[in-house]
């Protein structure tokens, strides 16, 4: 498919655990985001990589948290040590810095976590 | 700290009736100003962006309005269908858009 593709999109883990969460933005995307929706909130910015820039982490919560994109594609996104906190929605975004629609991100359909 | 935050929690319409959705924005700074629409299970999906030095834009059945001097944004959905039932989202941005700061949202039912 041509879109964001993220994965898993549903992930139970044990509080303590580690987990990984995937995306594939869509090719020929420079920028990559990933933001966190608590149930019923907004969309909290978590990291945003732009080509060979450095990613600016400013949103990443804490230390636990982790993200890289590798060859300026694919990123993971690693939270170690989960928290019941950590309980969210992940989504990922791409978006084309040179040409499309100012403003449009291209949203993933998410990675739910739940930490038990 | 800035923040962009939703008047309504939620907006329940008839099928057929105009639609309005607001936002409030506090970061003066923000150069552009997007909505995005989020249907249960998906991820948002952009439906329409205004730049700040604009004050309407109209899309498909969509208008934005753009209240510089209140800080204030509206989404207008025209002849509101129940295929636009969604969560609203609105977001703004530096010029740039390194980053978009997303409100909390407002929850559209149409009812047929």
């Known amino acids: 498919g041509a879109g964001v593709s993220q994965s898993p999109s549903n992930k139970v883990t044990e509080k303590g655990k580690d987990v990984e969460l995937r995306c594939d933005p869509i090719s020929g995307h420079t920028a990559l985001y990933w933001y966190r929706q608590s149930l019923g909130q907004g969309l909290e910015f978590l990291i945003y990589f732009q080509g060979n820039s450095a990613p600016d982490k400013s949103g990443l919560p804490s230390d636990r948290f982790s993200a890289e994109r590798t060859g300026g594609s694919v990123s993971t996104l690693t939270i170690q040590r989960t928290q019941q906190e950590d309980s969210a929605v992940y989504l990922c975004a791409s978006r084309p810095i040179a040409g499309g629609t100012t403003g449009e991100l291209f949203f993933g359909e998410g990675s739910r976590l739940t930490v038990l | ?112």
């Open chain 2, 1 to 112: 700290g800035e923040s962009v935050g939703l008047h309504l929690p939620t907006l329940s319409v008839q099928e057929g009736d105009n639609s309005i959705i607001n936002c409030a924005y506090s970061n003066s700074a923000s150069d552009y100003f997007i909505w995005y629409k989020q249907e249960s299970g998906k991820g948002p999906q952009f439906i329409i962006d205004i730049r700040s030095n604009m004050d309407k834009r109209q899309g498909q059945r969509v208008t934005v309005l753009l209240n510089k001097t209140v800080k204030h944004l509206s989404l207008q959905i025209a002849a509101t269908q129940p295929g636009d039932s969604a969560v609203y989202f609105c977001a703004e941005a530096a010029s740039g858009y390194s980053t978009l700061t997303f409100g909390k949202g407002t929850m559209l039912l149409v009812s047929p």
